[in-house]
């Protein structure tokens, strides 16, 4: 008689393990792909506030001009398959005078992310300004001599 009851006890906590699996995995992929996610998104802003970089660092040689500008923030998006991205050059036709140039880049969450879209909403923006080339050297003119 207790050999018995002790089989029946076994197979009765068979059932209360596999729920007990059941409610545990659930919770433990839930966490892993939301940290997938998050990575993704880090990874997506670094990626345009990089791109912004380098598109100011081509915009502030002399000769640059805006379309280079565009082109080199896309080419980078490009390698890292984001779609959907604008890149502003401000101002719009650089000159030989100009003195500040900045880059604006902004990408949409939207179809550049894999879960996120069905939760979060918006537009990833990264800003990039720097002074020209010529304007360091125009501001070392500038400097007072010594006595």
Known sequence: MGRRSINHSRRSRRGAAAVEFAVAI?????IVFASIE???LNMLKHSIEHASY????EG???????NDVKQTALDHLAIFNL???TVTVNPNTIKDDTQVVEVTVDVPVSGNSWISPAYFGGTLTA???MLAERAAAEMAGA???GP
């Open 143 to 145: 400097l007072p001599t």
């Open 54 to 57: 380098l598109a100011a660092r």
């Open 38 to 40: 998050f990575v993704r």
């Open 26 to 30: 659930s919770v433990l992929l839930m």
């Open 127 to 129: 800003r990039t300004r």
């Open 60 to 66: 502030i040689i002399v000769g640059a001009k805006s």
């Open 83 to 85: 779609s959907g991205a």
